[in-house]
Nanobody
Framework: QVQFVESGGGLVQPGGSLRLSCAAS????????MGWYRQAPGKQRELVAR???????NYADSVKGRFTISKDNAKKTAYLQMNSLKPEDTAVYYC???????WGQGTQVTVSS
């Protein structure tokens, strides 16, 4: 069983940056795709970025050009670099393997002046 622990969230002003981390347990991190998801109050959870086991990336239109997903297989950690943050990016952010129900506790990101 694989578990994920997200960290790096916080309060940031519009236009600011944050880097989220997702630490994985287990020894097979490198063979899986990874995704970053978010859920804003009153809204459905959505996939914002995905990285394949080979390093190919995809982004939701709302974050394209501002967010960058990456993963370090040696550290068993995935990252989400978030730049030019907007108030509408406020949400709880989660990482997990697409197609698997291995949700972590998430990390809160609040973008506000």
């Amino acid at each position: 069983q694989v578990q994920f622990v997200e960290s790096g969230g916080g309060l940031v002003q519009p236009g600011g940056s944050l880097r989220l981390s997702c630490a994985a347990s287990g020894n097979i991190f490198s063979i899986y795709d990874m995704g970053w998801y978010r859920q804003a109050p009153g809204k459905q959870r959505e996939l914002v970025a995905r990285i394949s086991s080979r390093g190919n990336t995809n982004y939701a239109d709302s974050v394209k050009g501002r967010f960058t997903i990456s993963k370090d297989n040696a550290k068993k950690t995935a990252y989400l670099q978030m730049n030019s943050l907007k108030p509408e990016d406020t949400a709880v952010y989660y990482c997990k393997r697409p197609g698997y129900n291995d949700w972590g506790q998430g990390t809160q990101v609040t973008v506000s002046s």
